[in-house]
């Protein structure tokens, strides 16, 4: 419904008027524009990451990631390895640090048999 | 600015607004030169000036990226959220004008050629209707301009205002009314008065 307003005619115009503006958007607008989503962008903590940062993602950092990993491995497998059947070199190096005694004080000759280790140092 | 083959052709914008979100690098640059043209002219028609206008559509658009994490599909379209987000801003902004209204907007122009003429009559003419907006309160400012400036249907502008459809049709009628009233008295500067221009 519309009033008969004599000042109708003039805003009608006006309107018109604004519609048919042509406006476009300048480079230089453009560009501030994208430089603001780039900051926000960067600023985003990036989703499709979130899924791999558990506890698991979180110890693998720490301890820097698979090559360091299975580095360790090697080592603990190593480690056992000597444990059991520790090479003479071992041996002599245990020996010359802390003393023949010792080896035979940390194993129980049972043990030792069982494992098939001579502990007679 | 050179647009290359868009690769969101046939996307929906909240599509485009969502690889933003996940850090697409070319999302942001599509959904600006499809956006933009259209944010710029509703503040221009608001505002009546370039500078105040671009400004505005900057500020709607960096609310657009910050929104974009948390944007929640299927809640609204974008194109509904950037009208009313807009439509707010130049409201905003109008408020302060209030008070401080044309004093020194329209300057002689230097060239007295007709077409120069007729380019300042039609930026004062904006300015003035603008200014008049300035005037009514704010959602009757705004029910306006998406009827009568954006060419909108009430249906759309009650869902950009969050408003029924009745409550557009109140807010538009006395709107229109009030400014018609607001611009009776500068019918002679702006030329309107009588057959000749000024």
Known sequence: MTMTNPNDDMLDDLFAQAREADVKPSDALMARILSDADDVQGAMQPEQTVATSGLWARILDALGGWPAVSGLAAATVAGVWIGVAPPSSVQDLTASLVGDEVSVDLFSTGLAFDTGVSVDG | ?198
């Open chain 2, 1 to 198: 600015m050179t647009v290359s083959q868009d690769p969101f052709a046939g996307a929906p914008d909240e599509a485009l607004l969502i690889a933003f979100a996940n850090g697409d690098g070319q999302a942001a640059r599509f959904l600006t030169a499809r956006l933009l043209p259209r944010v710029l002219a509703q503040a221009t028609r608001m505002m009546g000036n370039a500078t105040e206008a671009e400004d505005v559509a900057q500020d709607a658009m960096m609310r657009l990226w910050k929104v974009a994490a948390d944007w929640r599909q299927n809640e609204a379209q974008v194109s509904t959220w950037l009208y009313r987000v807009t439509a707010n801003l130049c409201t905003d902004r109008l408020r302060k004008r209030r008070g401080a209204v044309s004093l020194d907007q329209v300057a002689e122009p230097l060239d007295d050629s007709p077409s120069v003429r007729a380019q300042m009559q039609t930026r004062a003419r904006m300015m003035a209707l603008s200014d008049a907006l300035a005037q009514l309160p704010e959602r009757q400012a705004q029910a306006v301009s998406l009827r009568h400036l954006e060419g909108l249907s009430n249906p759309d502008i009650a869902q950009i205002m969050d408003i029924s459809v009745r409550s557009v049709e109140s807010l538009t009628a006395r709107g229109k009314r009030a400014l018609a009233d607001l611009m009776a008295g500068r019918k002679a500067e702006l030329g309107y008065d009588d057959d000749q221009p000024e």
